[in-house]
């Protein structure tokens, strides 16, 4: 009995063991095998994309030794436009061309946004043009740890409960507008963009910088024509280079810039100086408490200034156009703000103008496509990366050609033509209005579309606008888009009991 207790007990000890070995040995194998497969999924992956040499137009040398391919920009008028021709109309998802001696490739299709969406980084060369007057510590040119700790500190006062804040301004704004509209003659015409360009100077400033201490009239006369004077001549300089030194051009500039620079320094000095304004304003006083150099600070109230009303400004004046050419969507436009709103100026009309389930965000959302009013914006990326399956070396500038994207007729029906119910169904990338959606996508596109909501409903329900003319007007494609010329946007305001 002993010596059979001994051999069941070696048998276990053996069985043991002989388990573990094999258990052993079936993991070893499973751990190899799922690396080897790791490695080959690796492979496969690689060579699935194809060389940057077969991207179209790689093999293309520069066409000047200096400036690339910007003489050939330049002749086609913009670099929306540029971009139009470079991707046949949105027909060529990826193209590529130089800027000056930098290798820039050029994405257009929900594929290309969709493979570089999650890069935050922005080329500088690109936007070097705005450097002389937004500075060159502006937020547009931070990358890394440096633009991660500006938004972390700065975004989220352009958007969320911060809105509801900037609700009770924007009606004092478009209220006194509406005050203003009601004394004009039947028969005056009426500049929308002169119109909306100084409701929405009013909006950033007595939201986010001034708090209502920004002055009216002469003041914001003098800012419209001083935004206007520096990026005509900064965007002419992508076109026929810089002025020379000493010349009309040059002055001209200075001058205008010097006084939008006088008017950060106020912001500053109204927020930190000896007679700080007591008057709470969140997205001024994240800027101060960052502690950052007079400079920095400087350079970010500028962009953020510029950004914040020739964005809603425009994106306004377009949206009123629009309607003053399409009678019939405006009525179906005013038919749901009675329904909906009726004569509200509380929580009704505050929560219409923050949804994106109405008309009126099928209406914005066409102006935007139709507009192209950002035409592009662009990253880059430290490594290399697949892109609509080439490899984009690391260090190339990647523009997102969100205006080529808007216009392309195998995407959109009827491409010219208004029609907000083309928006009846969610859109994927292929329309990324403020940029692709990402952390760096536009800060204030909430912003913007709040405050264009809240002032197109107080108007449209007081106001009729009837387009002058109806003749096509030309386009002005530039980091914003714009008319050519700003006259051109003229209507007839009319009281709703005349029409």
Known sequence: LAEAIVWIKEMLDFVIFAFTAVLGLVILIFVFCLQGGKKNNTTTTSTALKSQEKIPGWSRPPADEDQGDLKDLSAHGSLHEYLMHRHDNGRCPITTFWWEKQRVVSVCSPEGFRDTRKLTDRPKALFALMEPLIGSSSIQYANGADWEERRKALYHTLRGEYLDNYYPTFLQIVDKTTRDWSTFQLDKQVSLTKECMTMSIKGIFHTCLLSGTFGDGEEIELLTESYHQCFNELEAQLLIGAPQSGSEREANFKKHSAYIHSLAKRVLKNQSGPNANTVH??????????????????????SFMIGGFHTS???????????????????????????????????????????????MRKIQDETLRLSTLAPYAARISE???GVCGYNVPPHTPIIHALGVASKNESIWKDVEAFDPDRFETRKGLEFSPFGVPSQRKCPGFAFAYFEVGVMASVLLQSFC??????????????????????????????PREHT
């Open 313 to 359: 400004g425009y994106f306004l004046a377009w949206l009123l156009w629009y309607l003053s050419l399409n009678p019939d969507v405006q009525d179906c436009l005013l038919e749901e703000l009675r329904s909906k709103v009726g004569g509200n100026r509380g929580v009704k009309l505050k929560e219409y103008a923050q949804s994106d389930q109405t008309y």
């Open 465 to 494: 606008v009837e387009a002058v003319s109806t003749e096509p007007i030309e386009y002005s494609y530039g980091l914003i888009t714009k008319p050519k010329n700003d006259l051109d946007l003229l209507v007839y305001i009319k």
């Open 281 to 302: 304003v969140p997205f001024i006083e994240a800027l101060v408490q960052m502690g950052a150099s007079e400079e920095q600070l400087i350079s970010d109230v500028i």
């Open 383 to 385: 490594e290399e990366i």
